[in-house]
């Protein structure tokens, strides 16, 4: 495993099945939206199938753009009283991060306020060692492949910070393509019920099971 030369100052956190288990909103979210649209709700097998095969736009109903469904979707994520679960080891992570002085910013492809996703992170004990959240409340092209890059350099910007300077933590490929692109260190999690293989296709530096595994692997990269 190669050392990376670098000094690094900042963390960067996708939120959903990256720090919290949100797998039952995005059903009943996904659900509700096709619903909107004309389309058939998914049963939960044929859902969970779908999306570890990274195929849900094939029940977008006919006519409707895809741009236009995850749009709405992205919009209403937070519309819906569905619980989320802190994913195993998240907490521990984040505030031996915050202790040691690292930025940590989580950033998000919902489209709700900066508030919302706050105070979901205060009410699962999160927040306390978060610096930023960042959200894609006002980003358009977030509803086009789920990019974030935008965010991504809105980040840098506001911290001032070179991309050798972060690490970017996720669970999608569009999340491993933009930080490789970036020239940030990324890190794949397969808590979203990704491949290690398609994260690394995606551009992810290295894979682990989930954030529970990070400080190990940033102490083995000379990080902490």
Known sequence: MNMPVRRIKALIFDLDQTLVDSIERFFVVFNSTLKFFGGEPLEWSEFMRSYREDTLDQYIPS???????????????????????????????????????????????????????????????????????????????????????SLMERILRDYRLKAVECVFIGDYKPDMTIGADLGILTIGVLTGHETEEALKRAGADYVIKSVKELPGLLRRLGVL
Not at 79 to 96: D, F, H, K, Q, W
Request: no cysteine; net charge positive.
């Open 63 to 149: 006519g409707i753009e895809k741009h236009v469904f995850w749009d709405h979707f992205l919009r209403h994520y937070d519309s819906y009283n569905v619980e989320s679960r802190v994913i195993e080891g998240a907490r521990e992570t984040l505030s031996l991060l915050k202790a040691r002085g690292f930025y940590v910013i989580v950033v998000t492809g919902r489209k709700s306020s900066r508030g919302v996703v706050e105070a979901e992170l205060r009410k699962l004990g999160l927040l306390p060692y978060v610096d930023a959240v960042y959200t894609a409340e006002n980003v358009d092209e977030i509803s086009k492949g789920f990019s974030k890059r």
